[in-house]
């Protein structure tokens, strides 16, 4: 590691807040010193994960995760730790030197699509409001898209014409540039604009920068909607229209709608629903499912009422009940899409609707019943079968049954053949196991994924040295975590702890009102994980501790240790006395021997007085 790399990352990690960062993917609650939160790493139900803002680092009791802000990122937004350096020094605005070529043509790659689709952004915004902007402008009214959330969403209009083109030029950027950048189309005449006469939704990241765009057109013609084409910063599968501004109203409401197209997402917001994002297209992607995850738990899918709109839906209930959520879903009336529905209704009537959606094994069977021939047997038959295994992954027996009733009536046969069907259904071991592995993911309340877990450690002594030594010098090692002036003191008086790890944190404590962090940092750096996690967690139960105000007995504990150091040398001592004495003393050793007896007769007499009532 070359030094000035080092010293970026020394600054990064001195800049960066660790509170702010995990808060914006954990709900954490202030308890003494740490803030605690459930862990994004595990399933649970209490909460276990701390973090420590003034040490910089976070750490589950659950798993055993933990680590300083760069780990943090790197596990919860799965990148490598170059990508969350990056991250976090766009973030704190720490500027990274340039360095490996290839990483530095990726990022450089991705800062110039950001600087020229901002460009295009402002660019189509003036379009708007020009002449030629005249129609989308009518559009917009005529879909009673309020001119003030137009400007919010920054939304603009591509004019006829290659003019973008000719504009970016005229600045000398090459057309390759731009063509990266999605912007500009190579044909037979040469290079033209991607976007022409289209209302244009700029597309924004997590981080706020415009990474793409969607176009609707506004006379007839196809695609109705255009988007921009992948590029090494966009990505449909990975992006989510709105999520940039809704991201705080989801986490407050612990719930988001999505939605299908870009309009929806204007219209709601305009009518008060912050909380609501859209897919591009109707493709929800797994990675679409964990980026909600993290900031809400229950979703709202509202796909429009269309057969497109009814399979995406199916097939998002299911990506969404994979990454542990509560998917609820919204069903609109048919011709209607949560646009229009809003617009016509009122925000209370959707919400409302929302409130009162189906189930989601009802609207699986709906699903299963729609173009289905009632008049035909073959065709009703095979609908009971294309929902056994719906209904076999009902684990609740009294639920499934009433499911099975109503599926009965729905196509005129008994309850109980249903019942036999289903039964039979899940005596074959592969239509289970078909069910299992749907549902042991699905029943995961996992939220962002399992990184592995971290093995306890339990420090180890030499032999002889007494158990109650130890916890004192763990009981002294969180005394000096929360004031670390009075390390030098327990190093005098004890001698030094025994337990290696105990010294070397001693050591770091010590020397922490000088050099912080970085001291701590550079201790786990020389430390396997499970040392790491040990120590992260004495820190923290002394926190906690503090927090509930405890007394502590410094000078017991001291005395402890002294006591313990006089019980080890003893035995060390008696250890080397069995030594000799099966081998046989040679004549040279006798006087070694009777400084041995003479040392052990001392020890005894000093436990005698330390053990004696005072
Ligand atoms: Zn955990």
Redesign the pocket.
């Known amino acids: 590691m070359s030094p000035d790399f080092r010293a970026e990352i020394e600054e990064i990690r001195d800049k960066a807040d660790i509170l702010n960062v995990v808060n914006d993917y954990v709900q954490l609650k202030r308890v003494g010193q740490r803030y605690v939160g459930l ?1 994004p ?2 399933s ?1 139900k209490t909460p ?2 701390s973090v420590s803002p003034e040490r910089g680092f976070f750490h ?1 009791f ?4 933990g680590g300083d802000v760069f780990t943090f990122i790197q596990l919860i937004e799965r990148v490598e730790f170059p990508e969350a350096l990056r991250m976090l020094a766009e973030r704190f605005g720490v500027k990274l030197a340039e360095r490996s070529r290839e990483n530095a043509g990726l990022a450089d790659e991705r800062a110039d699509i950001n600087k020229l689709c901002s460009f295009a952004e402002a660019f189509y915004m003036k379009a708007l409001q020009s002449e030629s902007g005249k129609q989308a402008r009518a559009y917009l009214t005529n879909r009673g898209i309020k001119a003030e959330i137009a400007a919010q969403f920054r939304v603009g209009y591509a004019p006829p014409g290659s003019l973008l083109y000719k504009v970016l030029k005229g600045k000398n950027v090459t057309p390759e540039r731009m063509e990266r950048a999605g912007l500009v189309i190579w044909g037979q005449n040469g290079y033209y604009d991607r976007f022409r006469e289209r209302l244009m939704f700029p597309i924004r990241d997590h981080r706020k920068k415009v990474v793409g765009f969607g176009g609707r057109l506004l006379g007839e013609g196809v695609p109705k909607y255009l988007n921009s084409p992948e590029s090494v910063a966009f990505s449909k599968g990975r992006i989510l229209y709105g999520l940039d501004s809704a991201a705080e109203s989801i986490r407050q409401n612990n719930r988001v709608f999505v939605v299908e197209g870009y309009m929806d997402v204007l219209a709601l917001r305009q009518f008060g629903l912050n909380n609501v994002v859209a897919s591009l297209g109707t493709a929800f992607t797994e990675y679409h499912a964990r980026l909600l995850a993290r900031y809400a738990k229950q979703v709202y899918l509202c796909y429009d009422a269309d057969s497109a709109g009814k399979a995406a839906t199916v097939r998002g209930l299911q990506i969404l009940k994979q990454q542990g959520l509560e998917v609820h879903i919204t069903e609109l009336p048919s011709g209607e899409d949560p646009d229009t529905f809003v617009q016509r209704y009122g925000l209370d009537a959707f919400l409302a609707l929302a409130e009162k959606g189906p189930g989601i094994i009802e609207f699986q069977i709906a699903r299963v019943l729609e173009g289905v021939n009632m008049d035909q047997p073959e065709s009703l038959a095979a609908a009971v079968k294309e929902a056994l295994p719906i209904l076999g992954g009902v684990t609740d027996t009294i639920e499934r049954d009433l499911h099975v009733q109503r599926l009965g009536t729905a196509v005129g046969v008994s309850a109980d053949s249903i019942r036999q069907q289903v039964r039979q259904f899940l005596a074959q071991p592969r239509n289970r196991s078909q069910i299992m592995d749907i549902n042991a993911k699905s029943s995961h309340t996992k939220h962002v994924m399992d990184s592995g877990k971290v093995a306890p450690y339990a420090p180890i002594a030499p032999p002889g040295y007494p158990q109650q030594a130890i916890l004192a010098e763990q009981e002294l090692l969180k005394q000096a975590s929360l004031t670390p002036e009075i390390s030098s003191e327990i190093k005098e008086r004890t001698g030094g702890l025994v337990i290696e790890l105990h010294q070397q944190l001693l050591n770091v404590l010590a020397s922490y009102n000088e050099a912080g962090r970085e001291a701590l940092h550079n201790l786990f750096e020389a430390l396997d994980a499970p040392k790491i996690r040990y120590v992260r967690e004495l820190m923290l139960k002394a926190d906690e501790e503090a927090a509930s105000g405890l007394n502590f007995d410094i000078g017991g504990c001291i005395e402890r240790i002294r006591e313990g150091r006089v019980i080890l040398r003893i035995h060390q001592l008696e250890q080397e006395i069995i030594k000799r004495e099966t081998r046989g003393v040679p004549e040279t050793g006798e006087a070694e021997m009777s400084e041995i007896l003479t040392e052990l007769r001392e020890l005894h007499g000093q436990l005698r007085i330390r053990s004696a009532p005072r």
């Open positions: 862990c790493f595990h649970e276990s994960f589950c659950g798993c055993g995760q």
